[in-house]
């Protein structure tokens, strides 16, 4: 089945731009989502179709999508965006959904 | 106010049966695909199980097929997953969570609060 692989935990100063990829088997042709889940909450969606962002997800989240990896941008890192982050696609030839590990992001 | 709130989660020996509830508020369920997302505890998402509008369309997960049913009821506005056959491995927080449109590649635009399942004998 198709595999979504994300690195554990990504770690940068505030103001800086953390960038978490997510690889997969030419990934750039499906479509990526992306979740922020804080502890003891529910996830948040804050990219959809790789690089749309929803309504009061602040611009400074932003997403990209080619080739084999797919990128959840970050700029002005905040420390409330400290979290663990999700991509997500269909395995259409499976019809099943596929997350991936997930990503811990720490503001140093 | 718009929102999903899930129930149903408890305590269950392995072997046996739980049904989780989901009740959608706010919106029109009835123009809505739904799924079931579960994580275990410090451990990552893994979706369960999806339903199309009308019902006709099921799609599970590989660790749960044969074992849950999901199921929506248009009267009451509200999503069910019937679990049966349960494992220790199944234990964790499920979610109920809203597609954001019908493409087939949707993502999940709106999360209930979560229900937790043990599964402990």
């Known amino acids: 089945s198709y595999v979504l692989t994300q690195p554990p935990s990504v770690s940068v100063a505030p103001g800086e731009t953390a960038r978490i990829t997510c690889g997969g088997n030419?990934?750039?042709?499906?479509?990526v989502h992306w979740y922020q889940q804080k502890p003891g909450q529910a996830p948040v969606l804050v990219i959809d179709y790789d690089t749309d962002r929803p309504s009061g997800i602040p611009e400074r989240f932003s997403g990209s999508n080619s080739g084999n990896t797919a990128t959840l941008t970050i700029t002005w890192v905040e420390a409330g965006d400290e979290a663990d982050y999700f991509c997500?696609?269909?395995?259409?030839?499976?019809?099943?959904?596929?997350f991936g590990g997930g990503t811990k992001l720490t503001v140093l | 106010e718009v929102q999903l709130v899930e129930s149903g989660g408890g305590s269950v020996q392995p072997g046996g049966s739980l049904r989780l509830s989901c009740v959608a508020s706010g919106f029109s369920f009835s123009s809505y695909e739904f799924t079931w997302v579960r994580q275990a505890p410090g451990k990552g998402l893994e979706w369960v199980a999806y339903?199309?509008?009308?019902?006709?369309?099921?799609y599970y997960g590989d660790s749960v097929k044969g074992r849950f049913t999901i199921s929506r009821d248009k009267a009451k506005n509200s999503l069910d997953l019937q679990m049966n056959s349960l494992r220790a491995e199944d234990t964790a927080v499920y979610y109920c969570?809203?597609?954001?449109?019908?493409?087939?590649?949707?993502?999940?635009?709106?999360w209930g609060q979560g229900t937790m399942v043990t599964v402990s004998s």
């Open positions: 339903i199309s509008i009308g019902g006709a369309i099921i």
């Open positions: 969570a809203r597609c954001y449109d019908s493409s087939g590649y949707s993502a999940f635009d709106m």
């Open positions: 030419k990934i750039g042709t499906k479509s």
């Open positions: 997500q696609v269909w395995d259409g030839s499976i019809d099943q959904v596929i």
